[in-house]
């Protein structure tokens, strides 16, 4: 598995650039997927994005449904691809530090 | 000289048809030649390592990509599916090998001046294998690496004019028939409808917003030569609601031998005169068919428009000039609660330009399955777990008999509370005064 550094600190990532486990995650790990995914600042919308997908993670053990995101954080998909580019789950998944997307992609 | 030993793969060089090996060998040597000074953005060799790697896949019985892969470009979330090779240090040309769907145009009619814009683009930045096309309908290059992923789509849209196709969660590319184009039994425009309705929705085509997926698939008639009644979350099937137009001297014509059944589809055997009586009224599924003297007749009430009457006498027979298309939903392969193919839900409907009343019912449907739809399930399972009756609550479709293939044979029957004299809420005390414990 490939490396990256960031802020001093080391993540052990896959191709798609994931990191490995949930447990890693941190605020470095939140600055270099920024840098990665087209965001050029960092706003309180992104971090609530993160924080529902993290929570909900912890919860339920999986990411949620793009309409539960929707809904929790009361942002339409549009907006949520304006934060992230990349859109819900090559952008806000891998930020938040939950597993890759699977399935029929 | 290849690169790799491939004696497997070699085998199929052989026998008469088309060979894909022999094509990808091709391929690699005029990467190897490269006479045109292409300043491959790949690594050259990609073509042998693949061939390489598939080998060995021959020899193991096993696949050699890894799991998954999420790639694609900036604003999508869909469109490029990610794959990466699991013995990138003996095959690196292949340690990436993304696929890239890219929109098609409909019924895939082409000018070589596109497809060679294509062909340019791909072979700088690809590895220069295709696959024309992919089952949805989509163009697919096949293999790129990750920082070729935003190149290729600037050249797409910025030169070629071309968007990506639809992977993941969304909307799917829309394919089509060939149509109005060169059929004469088409009942609609196919190319237009999926091309307008492409057009319209490419929001719900690029960024995944559904439970699952969900695929469109236009056929001009009951013939489905693009099988939407088996490949299509919506399947829409051209249909006509007259009568069948017959020309009684061009039935002569097939009668006396003039002319050959099927437009000759079966004559690379001898199967005897062509004979009407078996092979057109003897086959009809609803006997709707009968001969007065020398005149063929049609009970067009009786008729299902099952095509074949048609199909085997082209000229004789057409299509009615009332014409329209019938609404098919929840077809899907069997994972996970086993296959289905398209139920009828709208029997007749027209279909007239900006087809305000097909995506009425588009939209409709999609408000349903994305408010009740559970993660990855398909509207053919949120069909058999809600009930059809609810699909036809949610599309403000009456029941009609036309749905159904038979009644249930099963008494378990709902009923809503208002349906019902009195309502559900009773008091056992009130029964008890008529009825003693």
New interface residues.
């Given amino acids: 598995m490939p490396t990256v550094e960031f802020g001093g600190k080391t993540f052990t990532v896959d191709?798609?650039g994931?990191i490995d486990t949930f447990d890693n995650w941190c605020e470095e790990w939140v600055q270099h997927v920024k840098k990665e995914e087209?965001i050029s600042e960092l706003s309180d919308e992104h971090r609530k994005i993160v924080n529902v997908l993290q929570d909900y993670y912890r919860k339920n053990g999986?990411a949620p449904?793009?309409?539960v995101l929707s809904k929790v954080t009361g942002y339409k998909?549009?907006h949520i691809?304006e934060l992230f580019?990349?859109?819900?789950?090559?952008g806000a998944c891998k930020m938040a530090g939950l597993p890759?997307?699977?399935?029929?992609? | 000289m290849a690169k790799h030993k491939t004696p497997l793969l070699d085998q199929l060089e052989t026998g008469p048809w088309p060979s894909f090996v022999t094509d990808i060998k091709e391929e690699a040597a005029r990467r190897a030649k490269n006479e045109k000074k292409v300043n491959f953005q790949v690594p050259a060799d990609v073509c042998d390592d693949l061939l390489g790697l598939l080998e060995l896949s021959y020899k193991h019985g096993r696949t050699h990509w890894?799991?998954?892969?999420?790639?694609?470009?900036?604003?999508?979330?869909?469109g490029v599916?990610?794959r990466?090779c699991d013995q990138p240090e003996m095959f690196p040309g292949v340690a990436?090998f993304h696929t890239m769907r890219v929109a098609q145009p409909g019924g895939k009619f082409y000018t070589t001046e596109y497809l060679r814009q294509l062909c340019d683009l791909w072979e700088l930045r690809g590895s220069g294998l295709t696959n024309m096309h992919g089952s949805t309908g989509d163009i697919i290059f096949l293999g790129t690496t990750t920082p070729q992923l935003e190149e290729i789509f600037y050249v797409l849209t910025h030169e070629i004019n071309q968007d990506l196709g639809g992977?993941?969660?969304n909307l799917r590319t829309p394919s089509d028939c060939v149509g109005q184009a060169r059929c004469e039994y088409a009942c609609y425009d196919t190319q237009a409808l999926c091309y307008d309705l492409t057009v319209e929705y490419q929001?719900e085509l690029h960024?995944?917003?559904?439970?699952y997926?969900f695929k469109f698939k236009f056929d001009g008639c009951p013939n489905c030569c693009v099988a939407s009644i088996a490949r299509a979350d919506l399947s829409f099937i051209g249909t006509w609601r007259d009568d069948i137009r017959i020309d009684q001297e061009a039935v002569q014509g097939y009668i006396g031998g003039e002319l050959p059944p099927n437009a000759g589809a079966h004559m690379g055997r001898d199967w005897g005169k062509f004979d009407i009586k078996k092979e057109v009224l003897g086959l009809c599924p609803t006997q709707c068919m009968w001969l007065e003297g020398k005149k063929l007749k049609i009970d067009n009430r009786e008729c299902t428009r099952c095509m074949h009457c048609i199909n085997v006498m082209p000229r004789a027979l057409r299509i009615g000039e009332e014409k329209g298309l019938s609404i098919l939903a929840g077809a899907k392969a069997p994972i996970l609660d086993g296959a289905q193919m398209g139920t009828m839900f709208v029997p007749f409907i027209k279909v007239e330009e900006p087809y305000d009343e097909i995506k009425d019912v588009i939209g409709k449907v999609w408000d349903w399955w994305?408010?009740e739809g559970k993660?990855?399930e398909r509207l053919g399972e949120l069909m058999k777990r809600q009930g059809f009756q609810k699909l036809l609550e949610v599309t403000g479709l009456k029941p009609d008999p036309r749905m159904v293939k038979e009644p249930r044979s099963n008494p378990y029957i709902f009923w809503k509370e208002e349906e019902v004299e009195g309502g559900f809420m009773r008091d056992i005390n009130a029964f008890r005064k008529h009825h003693m414990r």
């Fill in positions: 191709e798609d994931f087209g999986i449904m793009v309409r998909l549009k691809y580019p990349s859109g819900p789950g090559k890759k997307p699977t399935g029929c992609v | 890894k799991h998954g892969g999420i790639v694609g470009v900036f604003g999508y979330g869909g599916i990610g990466y990436h992977s993941g969660s929001d960024r995944p917003a559904f439970p997926k994305m408010e993660n990855r």
